[in-house]
């Protein structure tokens, strides 16, 4: 058992460490830029945290604990300029998927009595070879991983709380409100994810003390984002930038949303495709094979509960990509529709999963002895397919940020020649005199500090200052 608890976090760590191989180096995201930009200037930590302006635009949606990693991320890469490694990753990517590793792995057996430490950690690795878990290390805004770490950390929090049944301690649903607060501060799919646990909980369990305690954890949790994204948030924005937020971006437009049919196709094509990319990148074969063993264990099983909370699950994680493609049309291209927006819907398709492997061992013990050899065939195409997922992400929205950040590194390098000298873009040429100037004080423009992008704004809002002008 000692080997297996060592064995497998290496695994983990090497398939985690490979992303960042891949990258060679990284690159900053076209947002990217700006951020990174604005967490290197010369303000205090507290003015780059919660400016809705340069992390936002002014189209305020309550995700400052992202944009605390942000910072974070930052500084890394200002660190490692200073030690002569320049690099433009995100550092909270890595630990964090490395931390959604372990906690799955960890977790899920004691979810799932009848799964094994071996099935869960190969469907661990499942995640960790999914384009999206591979190729979101890039620096950007770390929000998706976020909520997806603290979503594995309250599965394991609701795991522990299963453990322990009716003993369950004040601490544990205490740890349930922070952890889930945390996950819909950190993005607002966190938000649109503690409802979703909510509607599956009351669905799978019976309504008993311990299921309206976890209830009332997770209605806490919500009530705190509401109060934060309404109230508290938008106000210190407001001290901060000198004017209010939009605060209206965070809503969901209901009715634009679901009732535009032009929405549905490209959604469930994405949804689709993410099935595929999980479950081996075998084509039409990943989505029949998955589909028929879905069909066959809960048929099997004859669980009314567990058959419903699957299905709500499933059409609420349908529903969430029609939101996300009506907010975002942009989610089909190559590259967006393989990294960083789908690491939470990764994280519920890997426990949608291990509730089907330790179902299939119950109901077909026979064929038990199959679920290795499949799930190692599954990651060994996912492992095959990654070129060509990588290819596909430098072909169009990608390519000229990956093809610039070279240079840029280059740029960062050798502060003895001139900016101009390195033929970058306008955007990029302001990371690298930013970066001069955070990390040898090399004056950019004429400025003694690094100093923020000029930034896009939010179209819905008409910027009014304090003074009413």
Same mark, same amino acid.
């Given at each position: 058992?000692?080997?297996?608890?060592?064995?497998? /976090?290496?695994?983990?760590?090497?398939?985690?460490?490979?992303?960042?191989?891949?990258?060679?180096?990284?690159?900053?995201?076209?947002?990217?830029?700006?951020?990174?930009?604005?967490?290197?200037?010369?303000?205090?930590?507290?003015?780059?945290?919660?400016?809705?302006?340069?992390?936002?635009?002014?189209?305020?949606?309550g995700r400052e604990l992202s944009f605390v990693f942000g910072w974070l991320d930052a500084e890394?890469?200002?660190? =490692?300029?200073?030690?002569?490694?320049?690099?433009?990753?995100?550092?909270?990517?890595?630990?964090?998927?490395?931390?959604?590793?372990?906690?799955?792995?960890?977790?899920?057996?004691?979810?799932?009595?009848?799964?094994?430490?071996?099935?869960?950690?190969?469907?661990?690795?499942?995640?960790?070879?999914?384009? !999206?878990?591979?190729?979101?290390?890039?620096?950007?805004?770390?929000?998706?991983?976020? +909520?997806?770490?603290?979503?594995?950390? *309250?599965? !394991?929090?609701?795991? %522990?709380?299963? #453990?322990?049944?009716?003993?369950?301690?004040?601490?544990?649903?205490?740890?349930?409100?922070?952890?889930?607060?945390?996950?819909?501060?950190?993005? %607002?799919?966190?938000?649109?994810?503690?409802?979703?646990?909510?509607?599956?909980?009351?669905?799978?369990?019976?309504?008993?003390?311990l299921t309206i305690r976890i209830s009332a954890a997770l209605l806490t949790a919500l009530a705190?984002?509401?109060?934060?994204?309404?109230?508290?948030? /938008?106000?210190? =924005?407001?001290?901060?930038?000198?004017?209010?937020?939009?605060?209206?971006?965070?809503?969901?437009?209901? %009715?634009?949303?679901?009732?535009?049919?032009?929405?549905?196709?490209?959604?469930?094509?994405?949804?689709?495709?993410?099935?595929?990319?999980?479950?081996?990148?075998?084509?039409?074969?990943?989505?029949?094979? *998955?589909?028929?063993?879905?069909?066959?264990?809960?048929?099997?099983?004859?669980?009314?509960?567990?058959?419903?909370?699957?299905?709500?699950?499933?059409?609420?994680? !349908?529903?969430?990509?029609?939101?996300?493609?009506?907010?975002?049309?942009?989610?089909?291209?190559?590259?967006?529709?393989?990294?960083?927006?789908?690491?939470?819907?990764?994280?519920?398709?890997?426990?949608? +999963?291990?509730?089907?492997?330790?179902?299939?061992?119950?109901?077909?013990?026979?064929?038990?002895?199959?679920?290795?050899?499949?799930?190692?065939?599954?990651?060994?195409?996912?492992?095959?397919?990654?070129?060509?997922?990588?290819?596909?992400?430098?072909?169009?929205?990608?390519?000229?940020?990956?093809?610039?950040? /070279?240079?840029?590194?280059?740029?960062?390098?050798?502060?003895?020649?001139?900016?101009? @000298?390195?033929?970058? @873009?306008?955007?990029?040429?302001?990371?690298?005199?930013?970066?001069?100037?955070?990390?040898?004080?090399? /004056?950019?423009?004429?400025?003694?500090?690094?100093?923020?992008?000029?930034?896009?704004?939010?179209?819905?809002? #008409?910027?009014?200052?304090?003074?009413?002008?």
């Open positions: 058992m000692s080997r297996e608890k060592l064995f497998w /976090p290496l695994v983990f760590l090497a398939f985690t460490a490979a992303g960042a191989v891949l990258l060679q180096g990284g690159y900053a995201h076209y947002e990217g830029q700006f951020f990174l930009v604005n967490y290197l200037d010369g303000r205090g930590p507290l003015s780059k945290i919660f400016s809705s302006h340069f992390n936002e635009w002014d189209c305020y949606q890394a890469i200002r660190y =490692s300029a200073r030690l002569g490694w320049v690099q433009l990753l995100s550092a909270t990517h890595f630990a964090a998927l490395f931390g959604i590793a372990i906690t799955l792995w960890r977790a899920l057996p004691r979810l799932l009595p009848a799964l094994g430490r071996r099935h869960a950690g190969l469907l661990v690795v499942l995640l960790l070879t999914a384009p !999206a878990a591979m190729f979101s290390g890039y620096y950007y805004r770390p929000a998706k991983i976020l +909520a997806a770490f603290f979503l594995a950390v *309250v599965i !394991a929090i609701l795991a %522990r709380i299963r #453990e322990r049944g009716a003993e369950s301690t004040r601490m544990l649903a205490f740890a349930l409100i922070v952890t889930a607060a945390a996950m819909g501060m950190s993005d %607002r799919l966190g938000v649109y994810t503690i409802l979703l646990l909510l509607i599956a909980l009351v669905i799978a369990r019976p309504l008993d003390r705190v984002n509401a109060v934060w994204s309404v109230v508290f948030g /938008p106000r210190i =924005s407001r001290v901060v930038d000198g004017y209010r937020p939009n605060t209206l971006d965070q809503v969901v437009h209901l %009715r634009f949303t679901y009732l535009h049919g032009a929405h549905y196709q490209p959604a469930l094509i994405l949804l689709r495709d993410h099935v595929e990319y999980l479950f081996g990148n075998f084509g039409l074969l990943s989505i029949l094979f *998955v589909s028929c063993v879905t069909v066959a264990v809960l048929w099997r099983a004859r669980d009314r509960r567990l058959n419903l909370a699957l299905a709500v699950v499933a059409l609420a994680t !349908a529903a969430v990509y029609v939101a996300m493609y009506a907010r975002l049309s942009s989610l089909p291209w190559p590259a967006s529709r393989r990294v960083y927006y789908w690491l939470p819907q990764l994280v519920v398709m890997t426990v949608f +999963a291990a509730v089907i492997v330790e179902r299939s061992a119950r109901v077909f013990p026979r064929a038990a002895r199959l679920i290795t050899p499949v799930l190692l065939i599954m990651i060994a195409g996912n492992i095959f397919s990654l070129r060509g997922h990588r290819e596909a992400i430098r072909s169009q929205e990608h390519k000229p940020w990956i093809a610039q950040s /070279p240079l840029v590194r280059a740029c960062i390098r050798d502060v003895t020649r001139p900016v101009s @000298d390195f033929t970058l @873009d306008a955007p990029y040429a302001q990371v690298c005199g930013s970066l001069r100037a955070a990390v040898a004080g090399v /004056p950019w423009n004429g400025l003694p500090t690094a100093r923020p992008n000029p930034q896009l704004f939010c179209r819905r809002i #008409e910027r009014k200052k304090l003074d009413g002008t």
